[in-house]
């Protein structure tokens, strides 16, 4: 039996590989603990592992409203991606109760590097597409964090990293979600590994309508955006009329971000 720790953050689409990873985990007989916000558990149970919640000062409350995207940036880069909060309590968890093996959403740089210093073998889980973090607009973003990771690398005794990307490589394994058929055309680190869709992972949210499947002769459009809440109802609506209007039938999804009575759509459309 293997120790793993799992360690992740309440972002809505991130925890559907995350569940699936931790449900399998436990299905095959590891002893698994995830790391995570409070929330996940409220949500979605704890998928036979054994949960651990991260304290008040590692929180992370869904009703901050940042005035504009170089504040959410900031908040992001405080609250997840270079959060010492988090980086501590993992720290203090792995002090308490070693592991064998640290698994890490690939957003939380802080607890990457606790778990490359810890001695055990490391891995990270890209939910997003692994090529949005070798460079281009989400790197240039995070890109005033860079200081703060390598301070936090060098408390640690961990050399300094001049891309995030040189993080995500010194772990053990990459796991990528994500098809390679929907990444641009840039070659894949030596420790990736593309598991593919987590298709039988957990619900992110305990009741879903029905979808009738049965008409198999005229063509389905599955209609889904973020499972969290980022402005998407115009669009969804705009796309919601569109396909009104040919003769196809429609599912929208919106996730717990969304009420479904905040889409019109039309006859053809569930």
């Not at 149970?45 to 000062?57: C, K, L, N, V, W």
């Not at 980086?87 to 968890?93: D, F, G, K, Q, R």
């Not at 990459?174 to 990736?192: H, R, S, T, Y």
């Amino acid at each position: 039996m293997t120790r793993i720790v799992v360690v992740t953050w309440d972002g809505a689409g991130n925890l559907v590989p995350t569940l699936g990873t931790a449900r399998a985990l436990v299905q095959r007989g590891h002893d698994v603990r995830l790391i995570g916000h409070d929330s996940i558990l409220e949500r979605c149970g704890d998928q036979g592992t054994r949960f651990i919640p991260y304290t008040q000062e590692a929180g992370w409350d869904e009703l901050d409203d940042p005035a504009d995207t170089e504040a959410e940036i900031e908040l992001l880069m405080d609250k997840l991606c270079f959060s010492s909060a988090i980086a501590h309590e993992v720290s203090a968890e792995l002090e308490r109760d070693p592991a064998d093996v640290v698994l890490v959403d690939s957003m939380l740089f802080s607890a990457m590097n606790v778990a490359q210093a810890s001695g055990a073998r490391t891995a990270t889980l890209f939910h997003s597409p692994y090529s949005v973090f070798r460079g281009g607009p989400l790197v240039e973003m995070f890109s005033p964090g860079l200081p703060r990771l390598n301070a936090h690398r060098s408390e640690l005794g961990l050399g300094a990293v001049a891309r995030f990307s040189e993080v995500h490589d010194a772990c053990d394994v990459a796991l990528v979600a994500v098809p390679k058929e929907f990444e641009p055309d840039i070659p894949d680190a030596a420790n990736v590994v593309r598991t593919g869709p987590f298709l039988d992972a957990p619900a992110l949210w305990p009741t879903a309508d029905d979808v009738d499947l049965e008409d198999s002769a005229t063509p389905m459009v599955l209609i889904s955006l973020s499972t969290s809440e980022q402005g998407q109802l115009p669009l969804l609506q705009r796309i919601a009329d569109a396909v009104a209007t040919l003769p196809v039938r429609a599912v929208v999804t919106t996730g717990p971000a969304l009420e479904p009575s905040s889409i019109t759509a039309g006859d053809n459309t569930q």
